[in-house]
């Protein structure tokens, strides 16, 4: 048994202040990216069927914080926690989904952490990451399906959903939040945290 | 015109509604969800300012362009239909129409929910009745009164890209970057200024 | 009570060769205020936060040394105590405050230090009134200005009745007048101060004591640069108005240097972004030959650069070489490989920025940055270059610095607009001062 490895990322003040300030970030831009799919896209494809489908197409920002932490963090809890979060910055700030927000943002917490879980916290690359995106847009899936929006759906419409869903999820809040904590690490950033802790960001010599 | 919503203990307002929401996400009912929609429109007619209705109302136009375009989906995906123009019939309206009301009714219990609670007295009454601890209180706090000052930095980096030459699309890497720089630095600066001022857990 | 710094030695990691401070002792006197100077870079900063109790509790290590207040060692005091004895003001009046106005934030420094409910709204009272801001009491933050915010920072130390206040560079960024008025209450209130400041003369006649880290002292400012003439009108203003703020009329000819000076707020932001479109305005702007609304941003960006508050949102490298190399690259087109390196090297070499050449732009000092970022501006061949407060942060030899390439550059023909708190320097190093918000 080694205790250490299950220990629970201990919260510094700043941590939550940097977990909540990317909440806020994304919530932004996610609302904006909303606003104009909606305004600009959905009236578009609405009289075909294919309206609230526009909204998937960038579904992976909203897993982004919860998958993005922990790469950086590298500790149990962090993904849930920052997940949860994200979704109780969303109902501060004061968005139209506060009820249904923080399920949502908890569910697509707990599924980035089941991932990161299932390789003990050891093992944080491309393959893991991915993985986190999948299953965390698996979870978001699970959950809207409870929700009874699509119960009644034609099966391959709901499929079509799924794929791009997904691959918004991979492209985002996989290969996206990797590229940016992988360049943040190397701008030197994130000396303090264990991503960070092996790029100063100055060379040897000095 | 009363503003009794206002008034009703955040932390108790804010878990009925959540715990509510979540509730009726198992119930699939067309008159359910007119009737919650109905209800929580009353409250906010009654129990808030007018200035919370015109704020009710802007958020209700890209709602009801979605709730639209969600009627559709059903419409031409739900109840057995399989395409667009492609055996639309009761079923698949109803089911449309299911899907439609069934966002407002969500839509309703968050407006209840955003318009009137003050986010200083939910995370106030978050610490007394659900112990949220004093440090992810006042860091969420921290992180939420950055925001303007947050939107202003992203558009200084967009313009700053722009200006040495670099094209930023809208949905360019490069200022979210520089906006993820800056959240590590303020993050830190931050929660120095506020050990400075004696916080302690 | 005294606060005395023994042997200080301290590194921000724990491996590093050359310790940042290395056995440094100050004592600074009860009700006094000392002012620290010394170059930039020399670890002043870093010295105030280890003597406000900050490091090495919230970064770097400390090998040897301690702080003592009143002869007890800091390090033994919880936050909140020592938060009671000593506390800092910062360099950035944006980033130290939690709550959206003064009132919510005086209530979470009294819960902080634990002071009783019921005891909490006489002395914020007492704190606010002491300093004459009861009007600001229930304004948003963001809405205040720089020295208004200074002034709520000073209020939180004054309701939490610490003794010795710490301030990094707490004025670098207002003007003249709020800073004095607040160096005029932190007197009267008999505290006893460490200021760390770039900008000796604000706290003239104030000051009992002054102690150089590194045995540096700022020397008078006697930079007389002899100014060249300038050419026909490349930029000029007439009634023009943005958002509600008048302008007024401006001419600036090809080669000129122009300081704009005024208060935080008056809007000289609000014109550097009028000039390259970001603004919708009325009035007229003649940009080179043409009124600018007829111009695409694309084509103003090729003739104009800027550098703006916050140099870290304009980097694009991960190191300052290939930081100004993007730049070089952008109007050398032609050029080979080995003829931009050179001249990348080069302009390194202006600011003495060569030995960082592989860092991280995001590691360099504020001033670096600052340094960094013009350097990226020059590297073309704008014709026209608007600089929001380039000295901020700096000492002497980096603003003399600056202002000699601004100079060099405008001989070449470089139309220069900064806009600057420092009035001395608008009135040294410029053809014109350009007062607005009057």
């Known amino acids: 048994m080694k205790k250490s490895l299950w220990n629970l990322y201990v919260w510094q003040l700043k941590d939550v202040i940097l977990a909540s300030l990317i909440a806020v970030l994304f919530a932004v831009v996610c609302y904006a990216t909303v606003h104009s799919v909606v305004f600009a896209v959905t009236p578009l494809v609405t009289p075909f069927g294919f309206g609230d489908i526009a909204i998937e197409f960038v579904f992976g920002i909203f897993f982004f914080s919860a998958i993005f932490s922990p790469y950086i963090m590298q500790k149990p809890g962090v993904a849930t926690v920052v997940g949860t979060l994200t979704g109780l910055i969303q109902i501060l700030m004061g968005s139209a989904f506060s009820s249904t927000v923080l399920v949502s943002a908890l569910v697509q917490g707990l599924s980035a952490e089941a991932v990161f879980a299932m390789f003990r916290y050891r093992k944080f690359n491309w393959f893991t990451m991915l993985l986190a995106a999948l299953a965390c847009t698996v979870g978001s899936f699970v959950l809207a399906w409870y929700r009874g929006l699509w119960t009644d759906l034609d099966p391959g419409f709901v499929a079509t959903r799924f794929i791009i869903r997904a691959v918004s999820a991979l492209l985002i809040s996989g290969i996206a939040a990797k590229f940016l904590a992988d360049r943040l690490a190397k701008a030197g950033v994130l000396k303090s945290y264990p991503l960070g802790a092996k790029y100063k960001g100055e060379p040897d010599e000095s | ?201 | 009570m005294n606060l005395d710094a023994r042997g200080l030695t301290f590194k921000y990691f724990e491996n590093a060769r050359q310790p940042v401070i290395e056995d440094f002792s100050i004592s600074i006197e009860s009700g006094k205020i000392t002012l620290l100077v010394g170059k930039s870079g020399c670890g002043k900063s870093t010295l105030g936060y280890i003597l406000a109790g900050l490091y090495p509790e919230n970064c770097g290590y400390l090998t040897e040394g301690g702080v003592y207040f009143g002869g007890v060692n800091l390090s033994t005091f919880t936050p909140d105590k020592r938060a009671a004895c000593v506390s800092m003001m910062f360099q950035n009046p944006d980033l130290q405050f939690c709550m959206n106005h003064l009132e919510n934030e005086l209530y979470f420094c009294l819960e902080n230090i634990g002071v009783p409910e019921p005891e909490r709204p006489p002395r914020i009272k007492t704190a606010v009134n002491t300093l004459g801001i009861s009007h600001l009491l229930l304004r948003s933050f963001n809405s205040l200005s720089g020295g208004e915010k200074q002034k709520c920072a000073l209020c939180c130390i004054l309701a939490i009745g610490a003794k010795c206040i710490i301030l990094d560079e707490a004025f670098a960024n207002i003007n003249k007048e709020s800073a004095r008025e607040i160096i005029g209450h932190i007197k009267t209130l008999g505290f006893t101060v460490l200021a760390i400041d770039h900008n000796v003369a604000l706290w003239e006649g104030n000051v009992d004591r002054t102690v150089s880290m590194d045995g540096t002292y700022p020397k008078t400012f006697d930079f007389r640069p002899t100014l060249h003439d300038t050419g026909a009108e490349v930029l000029s203003v007439r009634s023009l108005q943005v958002n509600g703020i008048r302008y007024p009329d401006m001419v600036f000819p090809k080669g000129s240097i122009t300081a704009i000076v005024g208060k935080s707020g008056s809007g000289k932001t609000t014109f550097f972004r009028t000039i390259i479109k970001q603004c919708k305005y009325q009035g007229e702007i003649h940009f080179f030959g043409r009124e600018l609304s007829r111009w695409r941003s694309k084509h103003v960006f090729a003739k104009c650069g800027i550098v703006f508050q916050n140099p870290s949102n304009q980097f694009l490298a991960l190191n300052a070489f290939d930081e100004v190399l993007f730049s070089v690259n952008r109007w050398h087109t032609g050029k080979d490989k080995a003829t931009k390196e050179k001249k990348t090297m080069e302009l390194l070499s202006v600011f003495d920025l060569e030995r960082y050449k592989k860092y991280s732009p995001y590691l360099l000092s504020q001033g670096q940055q600052r340094r960094l970022a013009v350097l990226t501006m020059i590297a073309g061949e704008q014709e026209l270059l608007l600089l929001d407060e380039p000295t901020y942060g700096q000492d002497y030899e980096n603003i003399v610095a600056i202002m000699e390439l601004l100079l060099e550059k405008a001989r070449q023909g470089l139309t220069v607009i900064f806009a600057t708190h420092n009035e001395t320097l608008a009135d040294l190093c410029a053809h014109q001062t350009i007062r607005i918000g009057d």
């Open chain 2, 1 to 201: 015109m009363s503003d009794f919503l206002f008034r009703i203990n955040p932390f108790y307002k804010f878990t009925f509604l959540v715990v509510f929401a979540t509730v009726i996400t198992f119930i699939h009912s067309f008159w359910m969800n007119v009737w919650v929609f109905g209800a929580c429109i009353f409250l906010l007619l009654t129990g808030t300012r007018p200035a919370q209705h015109i704020k009710a109302l802007k958020i209700l136009i890209p709602v009801t362009v979605f709730a639209v375009s969600l009627f559709f989906s059903g419409l031409f995906f739900g109840g057995g239909a399989t395409g667009p123009f492609g055996g639309i019939s009761t079923a698949s309206t109803q089911s449309g129409m299911n899907m439609a009301t069934r966002f407002y009714s969500f839509v309703g219990i968050g407006l209840l929910i955003s318009l009137t609670t003050d986010p200083y007295a939910l995370v106030k009454s978050l610490r007394t009745h659900a112990k949220l601890p004093r440090k992810f209180a006042y860091g969420m706090l921290a992180a939420i009164h950055l925001l303007p000052h947050m939107k202003t930095e992203y558009q200084n980096a967009r313009l700053a890209f722009r200006v040495r030459g670099v094209p930023v699309g809208p949905l360019s890497l490069k200022p979210i970057f520089a906006m993820l720089v800056n959240a590590f630095r303020w993050s830190e600066m931050l929660s120095i200024a506020m050990i400075s001022r004696g916080f302690y857990e």
